[in-house]
């Protein structure tokens, strides 16, 4: 059970986006994000979509105390004057039905349009709208899930011996992605479908998820954020208190069990090194 002795925040920021944690499957990080979690402090936090992994509960059930302990971590958030916005994705796509209710604090919306605080207005959405195989071939899509499910099990399995051998974390579904030239341009092409949609709504940028690949850069002037995920690459989006836009990479120190066999997660990394931890590893936008 979560505890309410949490070390004080390390990381204050007026913002934070986190998506895509898959909460319900053996993949989430879910160790790693209650060490990101306790160490944040925001006035608002977006999660944009994938949070709770509908698909993979519907074919068999998986909830160890960890994922809990998450869900409790962000209520706790939201009892404790952080505004908690919810937007849905494909794999929580049954939320979509209590799209503009309120649970505990957490309030859910179809998207969002979020200002900056040096006034840029950036639209919040899952992303998976514009995937095309969601949209216009499910079956394929659930394919493709259950692919991507076995990929990252022969990793989890991988990364298990890796951390017994004081290694970090790699991802094998992270290195494919970036090595099929079918994938790479698959991200491309989603990345500016994204960002021209955040300009015809007359937007300054875009912050989503959905393909578990965290980015930020211009795209035709249109700045174009993803906060990553917590099964691949432990990675989120900040807004510090002057506007800028920051992503913040969890995975070279995450927190997480060393054997495959204990509190099982997806791919095993390295533990803490002791209390004087990094906190972060920091990738900021450049301006064009």
Not at 96 to 122: C, M, P, Q, S
Not at 195 to 203: F, N, Q, S
Not at 264 to 276: E, L
Request: charged letters at 25%; proline letters at 4%.
């Amino acid at each position: 059970m979560e505890s309410d002795d949490d070390q004080g925040p390390l990381l204050r920021v007026r913002t934070a986006w986190i998506s895509d944690l898959h909460l319900g499957t053996p993949g989430c990080q879910a160790l790693a994000l209650l060490d990101f979690l306790r160490d944040l402090e925001c006035d608002t936090l977006y999660l944009v979509g994938d949070i709770i992994d509908g698909w993979q509960l519907r074919r068999s059930w998986y909830w160890p105390q960890s994922h809990n302990d998450v869900v409790q971590k962000v209520l706790r958030k939201a009892r404790k004057d952080t505004r908690v916005i919810f937007v849905p994705g494909n794999h929580d796509e049954f939320a979509r039905r209590y799209v503009t209710h309120n649970f505990g604090g957490v309030d859910v919306v179809e998207e969002a349009v979020h200002t900056l605080a040096d006034g840029r207005r950036i639209w919040v959405t899952h992303g998976d709208l514009f995937d095309g195989v969601v949209q216009c071939a499910r079956w394929l899509a659930l394919l493709g899930d259950m692919a991507y499910e076995f990929t990252l099990k022969v990793n989890r399995r991988f990364n298990a011996l890796r951390a017994r051998l004081g290694l970090p974390y790699w991802s094998l579904s992270r290195y494919l992605k970036a090595k099929v030239k079918r994938a790479v341009s698959y991200v491309g092409d989603f990345e500016t479908a994204v960002a021209r949609e955040a300009k015809r709504r007359g937007l300054q940028g875009v912050v989503c998820g959905h393909i578990h690949h965290a980015e930020m850069r211009h795209i035709e002037g249109i700045l174009y954020c993803n906060d990553g995920d917590w099964v691949e690459s432990l990675t989120a989006l900040v807004e510090h208190h002057d506007g800028e836009l920051e992503i913040i990479d969890r995975a070279a120190t995450a927190r997480v069990p060393q054997t495959a066999t204990f509190a099982p997660t997806r791919p095993a990394v390295q533990d803490w090194p002791g209390t004087d931890r990094p906190l972060v590893n920091r990738t900021r936008a450049t301006t064009p």
